[in-house]
């Protein structure tokens, strides 16, 4: 392959067949980002603009840039405020100062702020589980507590929290000693902050309410659109009682519910990174700064990341939908046209193979017990990634977009 092949990474693409269950099995998709990502200049390859599409920080909402702008401590009251060691029990709740604003403990289990209308501005999610309750604790977490006492929800401010409000904006905040917002109900709806995790019917949605990133009870960590299709998923299906993680280190994790990794973003190094939906349909992975790691749209259809790994039954697919690369049962990693006719493979076979890109950026694919069975036998270093091309090459970049291995 010569350096004059271009990347072709279209800003509509269809995906065919994204192999999702929970509800939006084999779902046809069309992705159209909202505004543009991709600029006139900045990083290109062969005349593509790409900047977008490898660096969604381009298309960032700009309420991901601040999750409590709008936060302030005064005004509050003794009804609208709780200390470390207060508890809500249910039908019991706080009221904002100017009244408009309710933050209830429902019979139901659930957490939920409503505003003068009863319309929920934000919930825990964690209804269904009578007798639940919330406390703030001394350690400075606010937690929704099941009755026998286990956790089902929290605000992930353990060891800085000190106070907690709602405020008279319809923001709930926790605060730290210096008064600074640490967690906020407005944010949490489009942002899954770190050490927060994802349980069975739990989302967060975009701010326009267009796109949602829901856990689904097969096991499935999805994003979908207003008209409940799939734009892109975590291809863990099957595994009932899985949970996701957005963990403190900035790798974010789908689960077994024997707490095995079924997938991962592979951006752990990220302390406090957190992961956001936005109103373009990527949801991303963003540094404490606003940073961009990694996104479902941007990264996830097309590409194979330093770090990441394709399990069994999993795949990526050409941003038009016309080629993708599946990790077959029988060890064979088989790239593969819109008439399912096989193009390539790397021919190895056995049970429970996967493929990895190393950190060193060799893409190797590996028994069930870890030993190497093909490689790449490359060694581009941080920042490569594998994809799958509209033309229906399957190439290994480097960071600076040099093609470093072709099939």
Not at 128 to 157: E, I, Q, R
Not at 213 to 219: H, I, S
Not at 348 to 360: F, S
Request: net charge positive.
């Amino acid at each position: 392959m010569t350096n004059k092949m271009k990347i072709i990474l279209s800003l509509s693409v269809t995906v065919a067949a994204l192999g999702v269950a929970g509800g939006v099995a084999g779902a046809a998709w069309i992705f159209k980002e909202d505004k543009p990502p991709v600029s006139t200049g900045g990083k290109q390859f062969n005349g593509v603009a790409i900047d977008g599409l490898l660096d969604p920080t381009a298309s960032a909402d700009p309420q991901a840039a601040s999750d409590v702008e709008s936060a302030k401590l005064e005004g509050t009251s003794p009804s609208s405020f709780l200390k470390p060691g207060a508890k809500l029990t249910a039908g019991q709740s706080l009221t904002s100062p100017n009244g408009k604003y309710v933050l209830a403990q429902q019979t139901d289990g659930n957490l939920v702020l409503v505003d003068s209308a009863k319309k929920a501005q934000w919930s825990s999610q964690t209804h269904g589980k009578a007798g639940a309750y919330t406390k703030f604790g001394n350690d400075g977490n606010l937690v929704v507590y099941a009755s026998d006492d286990s956790p089902l929800w929290h605000t992930a401010t353990t060891g800085s929290g000190a106070s907690f409000a709602l405020q008279d904006d319809g923001n709930a905040v926790v605060y730290s000693s210096a008064k600074k917002g640490l967690w906020a109900s407005k944010a949490e709806v489009y942002k899954l902050y770190p050490n927060q995790g994802l349980t069975a019917g739990q989302s967060r949605k975009s701010i326009d309410g267009r796109h949602t990133l829901v856990q689904y009870a097969d096991g499935n960590l999805v994003v979908v659109d207003a008209n409940k299709k799939a734009i892109w998923s975590s291809q863990t299906h099957g595994n009932p009682g899985a949970t996701t993680h957005m963990g403190g280190d900035g790798n974010l994790v789908v689960y077994s519910s024997s707490k095995k990794p079924l997938w991962y973003s592979a951006t752990a190094g990220n302390p406090n990174a957190a992961f956001f939906v936005q109103n373009d349909g990527n949801a991303v992975i963003r540094t404490s700064d606003g940073k961009a790691l990694w996104g479902t749209a941007s990264h996830g259809v097309s590409m194979l990341t330093m770090g990441q790994r394709l399990a069994v039954g999993q795949f990526r697919k050409s941003p038009n939908g016309s080629y993708m690369l599946f990790q077959q049962e029988d060890g064979n990693l088989v790239l593969r046209d819109s008439a399912g006719k096989a193009i390539w493979s790397n021919s190895v076979t056995g049970k429970g193979v996967a493929t990895y890109i190393q950190a060193d950026g060799n893409v190797v694919s590996r028994s069930s017990s870890g030993d190497p069975l093909w490689h790449t036998q490359t060694n581009p270093g941080r920042g490569c990634f594998l994809l799958v091309q509209n033309d229906g090459n399957l190439v290994l970049y480097k960071a600076d977009l040099k093609v470093i291995w072709t099939r």
